[in-house]
């Protein structure tokens, strides 16, 4: 593996790992407005994988037809 295949693949889950870590230290430490600063921040890699769940069935659907 070249080091710009590791570029390119590692941005998206590092920046799913510091929304999440906000999310939490918002979860545990704050009130009002941080309430919906923790269920965005914990719940985007919830969707995220929901999407790709939901999206990879499809995929190897259309792989068949060429």
């Known amino acids: 593996m070249k080091a710009a295949d590791g570029v390119r693949v590692w ?4 920046l799913l790992g510091i929304v999440t870590c906000v999310g939490l230290l918002a979860a545990l430490v704050a009130d ?3 309430d919906a600063v923790s269920w ?3 719940g985007m890699p919830v969707a995220v994988a929901a999407w ?3 999206l990879a069935p499809r995929r190897r659907a259309g792989e068949g037809r060429e």
């Open 11 to 14: 941005p998206i889950p590092i």
């Open 52 to 54: 790709f769940a939901w």
């Open 32 to 34: 009002g407005i941080w």
């Open 40 to 42: 965005i921040g914990l």
